[in-house]
């Protein structure tokens, strides 16, 4: 199977903070064409380099979960028995949709615990 690509998606550009652009998590990067791509992409900073969605790394993650289509992504923690549910403030509702339910119940079968991180607002969702 061929390795993924973001295509169309850019939500991490979104909901994740970039330390070296003073960038903050739940706001848009200024470089980020929402839709298309990274406008620095061959110089942009190695937080955003190392960053994968577990959607880009799994090809076992089915195209339903593309954070772009559920409002969320999946990303490692800090430690092992946790991974981090970012879900974009401006679609609350998407943490109540099935598809995020069931990444959430996906996440569960690998991660005893699932932080959940909107804007400000955060939880931690415990099996």
Same mark, same amino acid.
């Given at each position: /199977?061929?390795?993924?690509?973001?295509? &169309?998606?850019?939500?991490?550009?979104?909901? /994740?903070?970039?330390? &070296?652009?003073?960038?903050?998590?739940?706001?848009? +990067? @200024?470089?980020? *064409?929402?839709?298309?791509?990274?406008?620095?992409? *061959?110089?942009? !900073?190695?937080? +955003?380099? =190392?960053?994968?969605?577990?959607? #880009? /790394? *799994? &090809? =076992?993650?089915?195209? $339903?979960?593309?954070?772009?289509? @559920?409002?969320?992504?999946?990303?490692? =923690?800090?430690? *092992?028995?946790?991974?981090? #549910?970012?879900? $974009?403030?401006?679609?609350?509702?998407?943490?109540?949709?099935?598809?995020?339910?069931? #990444? @959430?119940?996906?996440?569960?079968?690998?991660? !005893?615990?699932?932080?959940?991180?909107?804007?400000?607002?955060?939880?931690? @969702?415990?099996?």
């Amino acid at each position: /199977m061929a390795e993924r690509s973001c295509g &169309e998606c850019t939500l991490c550009c979104k909901l /994740m903070g970039v330390p &070296e652009l003073k960038k903050q998590s739940a706001k848009w +990067c @200024i470089s980020c *064409d929402q839709g298309k791509g990274c406008s620095i992409y *061959d110089t942009r !900073p190695q937080s +955003c380099r =190392n960053f994968q969605c577990f959607w #880009l /790394m *799994d &090809e =076992n993650f089915p195209d $339903d979960f593309r954070p772009d289509r @559920i409002h969320a992504l999946a990303a490692f =923690n800090d430690t *092992d028995d946790s991974c981090v #549910l970012h879900v $974009d403030p401006a679609h609350p509702r998407a943490l109540s949709s099935p598809p995020v339910n069931a #990444l @959430i119940d996906a996440l569960h079968k690998v991660y !005893p615990r699932v932080f959940v991180l909107s804007g400000k607002e955060s939880a931690l @969702i415990q099996r």
